[in-house]
């Protein structure tokens, strides 16, 4: 008797624990239900898809060729491209507006400026800079060529520059302002002030749906970052509340599930759905943390496999390499291939955190002495995200620098839930 008395209060007491770790849940049922059931093609999208076919039709009626025409239908291939996350729309409108720039022997600056933004999408960065440069020499007004510098040079890891064209096009009341200052303020590890400039932004998109959901969106990720999952929750449903085909803010919800609910089941039956509505990998990125999560290795492997055919297609060039030097130091047990990507990624923007990237692949491939010539010279000092505060501390600890390595582990973990699940509990265990 006296032991089944043990094991009940065993149980009770378990269960306390559970309940005071996850507490009440954000993410209900009947929430995440009603946005499946409930989800239909926004207005914005619906927009999207008549000025599509209303400057295609402008294009094919058009016997003379018409650059302005061909270049909003290349505008609105990109705006479909926000929605759906088919990268061929992407593809399509910078190879359509470079044809443009052809048939004007080169002399259109708004047309460089838009393959500024359109390589930045792919993360051309150096390319982007090469467009940038090119339409300055053509004449630009002052603000695009402000906004436009900056993109590129914080891309590419110039901060200093960055900073300097930031301060030019300072305007409290421009959204586009107060996008760059909270994106500048998370770089420089201020995430309260990069939360409240994001805020503005959407305050100041009014009522631009698309562009207020951007920002929200946005401010969902950085109450992640911060810990503060209650308000993150708040921002991403005001963001489906402006754009109810928002489905970034949706996986955001199905992390929150995850995270702080515990609730498995209901985070993969959004990620499941979010999949079944993009045509990009990034729902299949969450399905590895959910797998992670679960502690399922095979599941886990699956999914990584899966993601890596998609990602690693030449299409998308770039924009993957940051989750796939993850997933092979992680899932897929590849560092030879991680290092590989992260010096490549090198070439395109050289910055700390891409230096972080390439320094932790470098050690997992044995290569202790260059990852730390890597850190002495790149990385010390400079301001990191978690998962490369994470990455900097296994490389203290493999050094034998334990106190470095402990005050990384610190650092990381006031940002934890920026790292997987599978980096979280290596983070707990090495506190």
Not at 242 to 266: F, R
Not at 421 to 429: K, Q, S, T, V, Y
Request: with cysteine.
């Amino acid at each position: 008797m006296r032991s089944l008395q043990i094991f009940l209060l065993s149980i009770c007491t378990s269960f306390l624990v559970q309940c005071n770790k996850f507490g009440d849940p954000l993410v209900s049922e009947s929430y995440a239900d009603s946005l499946i059931a409930n989800y239909s093609t926004s207005k914005a999208a619906k927009f999207n898809n008549d000025e599509l076919n209303f400057w295609q039709s402008r294009i094919k009626n058009n016997k003379n060729f018409d650059h302005v025409s061909t270049q909003k239908y290349a505008s609105q291939l990109v705006t479909r491209f926000g929605f759906t996350g088919d990268i061929q729309d992407l593809k399509d409108a910078d190879s359509i507006v470079l044809n443009v720039e052809k048939e004007l022997n080169n002399k259109e600056a708004y047309a460089f400026l838009t393959l500024v933004h359109y390589s930045i999408l792919q993360h051309r960065f150096l390319k982007a800079k090469e467009y940038l440069e090119k339409a300055k020499a053509l004449g630009i007004k002052d603000l695009e060529n402000y906004a436009n510098t900056f993109d590129v040079e914080f891309e590419l890891g110039n901060i200093k520059a960055a900073k300097e064209n930031l301060e030019k096009m300072k305007d409290d009341k421009s959204y586009a302002y107060q996008f760059r200052k909270s994106k500048m303020a998370h770089y420089e590890g201020d995430l309260d002030a990069s939360t409240s400039r994001m805020e503005e932004a959407a305050h100041l998109a009014g009522d631009n749906a698309v562009l207020q959901s951007i920002a929200l969106s946005n401010v969902g990720d950085l109450y992640n970052h911060a810990g503060k999952l209650d308000e993150a929750f708040k921002s991403y449903k005001k963001s489906l509340k402006a754009n109810s085909a928002d489905l970034h803010s949706m996986m955001g919800i199905g992390m929150i599930a995850m995270m702080k609910d515990n609730n498995e089941a209901l985070a993969e039956k959004i990620f499941k759905f979010v999949q079944s509505k993009s045509k990009s990998p990034d729902a299949l990125y969450k399905m590895i943390l959910l797998a992670q999560h679960k502690q399922d290795k095979n599941l886990e492997l699956k999914y990584a496999t899966e993601f890596e055919t998609i990602a690693s297609n030449a299409i998308y060039e770039n924009m993957y390499h940051k989750y796939l030097i993850q997933i092979y130091t992680e899932s897929l047990k590849n560092p030879a291939k991680a290092e590989m990507l992260a010096k490549k990624e090198l070439e395109t923007r050289a910055t700390p955190q891409t230096y972080s990237w390439y320094a932790f692949a470098l050690m997992e491939n044995n290569k202790l002495a260059e990852a730390n010539e890597i850190y002495n010279k790149h990385i010390k000092g400079q301001p990191l995200e978690a998962l490369e505060l994470y990455y900097m501390g296994r490389l203290m600890e493999a050094s034998k620098k334990g106190y470095n390595a402990k005050e990384y582990y610190k650092a990381a973990d006031e940002n934890k839930y920026d790292l997987s699940p599978a980096l979280m509990r290596d983070l707990e265990d090495r506190l």
